[in-house]
């Protein structure tokens, strides 16, 4: 995907907000008028002292007084108004981009999703959805609030000279955009680095959990240890780095106000020594400056602050913005299956060609075996005809209509595929095989079972069906799984069946029963059967054999 730019991703970021913009405006407003509040409490003071030494002033002692105590009560109002709204509209939205980020990754699996790292995928939709909270309730407001605020008090100590106003304005630019800027470029792209580090840092953990046996039973718990330090060491030297630039960044700002504060004092004291002003014109004018620099101080860290961010939305727009390998097919019409055919299919993956003018056709009621070495393209021939990728060249038809004109979840409702590694889900074992049809009775599950071979295995177990299968299905066998996997094909019960090596991890007695099941089941149905196993092509009624993405 084409790099996108860090005002790209802002603004990007940003057109996600206009749905909330009433709530939006809300806290901009709160939000100014609090800072007004807060900046106005030392003027009052100044304007008391104005009037203690005699002079004239526009408003009265008691006055002053009322407004002291009214100011400080609304900046406690406006503030907590601002903060709620604000991260009402941050939480409400990271809620809006997680479900559109669940929404791409079903748009973009199993082919986009192939060979990325979990890990990788685990902190994009947690960690780094999360940092973007800071964007939402921290940085859209701030930055207009900022606006906003000194640019009423740019017109109020331009009120008094216009060089001051000036001088106010120069002050506020430097230190609420110099600076950041300024950050931003030095820091370059150290945020996109760290949070591809601690990316790839939670797909070595992820990793080294899932290998931890391996680890143990080789030995090799001292380099995996190795590399996580090395990982990890790696991790905090970037944090490190963007430590020490949040800390020039604060430096720099600080200095900034106080150069600005005393070239402040030096022009009001020359405007009044020469007359230009008077003694109100010195003193408010300096009170104004040093008591208006809070909200550009808020954006003065954003140079920093936002690394993180930006990077982060970077990743979540890219998920977002990722382009399927197959779009869902709706508004065709419905068709029942008649039998399926490859025409010429060429496929590459990565530049490697793994089916090349392959054609094949698979007839009503028919058992038709593949075999052939690892590697030959049998595993893929399933996913085409499942259309998770698209043929490179030829076409691949139902029912003598194109793949491509059929909807998707037409095409899923003929075809049930089991796949070499059966994905279990941490819930119990009858409702891992009734994601295969949502609505099946229990008897409807117990007789799959039956025809996998293991409902009398999971009869013996002391819950029965109720009985959970642990994370990743970690408390069955291969076999046990791979039956179930089975059992979900049954369930499903699609006139075509797809089936990548059913019985590879089974033993003799169980694979004699599944195909006994499968032959008497293949009655109304075509099956097509990948195995390397010459006993499981025994109930094939044609077998091919596939060898460097071609069928003989």
Known sequence: MKKRSKAGTLLKMLGLVRPLAGFMALAVTAGTLGYLAVQFIPVLGGYAILHSLGYATPLSVSAIWTCLV?????????????????????????????????????????????????GDLISLITSDVELLEVFYAHTISPICIAVLAEAVMCLFIGSFHPRLGLLALAAFLCVGIAVPLIISRISGDTGDQLRSQSGALAAYVLENIRGVDETIQYGNGAQRLAGMNQRTAALSRQQDKMNRLAGLNLAIANTAILIFDVLM????????????????????????????????????????????????????????????????????????????????????????????????????????GITGKSGSGKSTLLKLLMRFWKTGQGRITLSDTDIEHINTANLRRMESYMTQETQLFQDTIAENIRIAKLDATRQEIEEACKKAAIHDFILSLPQGYETSVGELGETLSGGERQRIGLARAFLHDAPFMLLDEPTSNLDSLNEAIILKSLRQEAAGRTVVLVSHRASTMRIADETHSAENGRVS
């Open 70 to 118: 009214l100011f400080a009560l609304l900046r406690a109002v406006l503030r907590y108004t601002e903060q709620r709204t604000n991260h009402y509209i941050a939480f409400t939205l990271l809620a809006i981009v997680r479900d559109r980020v669940f929404q791409a990754l079903r748009r973009l699996c199993p082919a986009k999703l192939e060979g990325r790292d979990k």
């Open 265 to 368: 004092v030096i022009a009001a004291a020359r405007l009044y020594r020469t007359g230009a002003v008077g003694f109100d014109g010195f003193l408010i004018p300096v009170l104004a400056l040093m008591s208006s620099f809070g909200p550009v101080s808020a954006l003065a860290g954003l140079g920093t602050t936002l690394q993180n961010t930006i990077a982060s939305g970077g990743r979540v727009l890219d998920i977002l913005q990722e382009v399927p390998e197959t779009e869902e097919i709706t508004g065709q019409p419905e068709i029942d299956f008649h039998g399926a055919a490859c025409d010429h299919v060429t496929f590459a993956y990565d530049g490697e060609t793994v089916l090349r003018d392959f054609s094949m056709k698979f007839p009503e009621n028919r058992i038709v």
